[in-house]
């Protein structure tokens, strides 16, 4: 049995220990590429061509369930000043879901930079396959779903985090990347060093890009899967 949370290993400690076992996202644990013909039957998924992302592109991923921890207008007015800042350092922005219900939040965002072609929304629902192929051509994103984090790091790509739960925080923790998340309960803090952050991942970005890569190894040297065909 394997807990993804220390949180979660705590709470299942109660009933079982002989057979519990700590584990990150299964997501993280693949190290080789996928294989299209070991996915889906001849013919049945055709890949297109990948969207083409403009250079210095950050992409940001909101999650509508954010809302709830604070004013909607409140939540926006942040993205909007993330954004600003983003396109002060010379930056595109993308716009996108990493969830069907998080388009809303994307296109609230991008009616307040109507007229800005560094500012892109993409509206289509991208696959898992399709997603790999976007997100590796962003320097880092601003994401709050968090297996959109989680395939961030994967293609050992950084993330700003704004989360809410334990999950988050354990994810960055485990890739060296705590000082980039940010509980949106405490909208004050994110006031105050939002800024500070977005500029310490463009200043920094291949060194927390390369501690990621460093994490990676590590977990795919010590993955579930090396450990089951060990048995």
Known sequence: MYAREQEG???LGKYTSGNLRRSVDIVLQGANPYNLAHLFRDGNYIKGEPLAIM???VGIVPNVKTMKYGTRQSMLAMYERMTQHLLDRGKNVYLFRHSTEDLIIC??????????ERVVL?????DCIAIHDVLVQFEFLVASRYHS??????????????????KYRELLGRFGQGEYVFDVRDSAHIEANMIAKLDAMIENRDVEAAKID???REIHRESIFTEAFAL
């Open 149 to 166: 984090i989680v395939h961030a790091y994967k293609n050992g790509i950084p993330v700003v985090a704004l989360g809410w739960a334990t």
């Open 122 to 126: 993409l509206e289509e629902e991208y």
């Open 214 to 216: 460093d994490t990676l």
């Open 9 to 11: 290993a705590e709470y």
């Open 55 to 57: 250079q210095n592109a």
């Open 107 to 116: 296109q609230e965002i991008k009616r307040r930079f109507p007229n800005d």
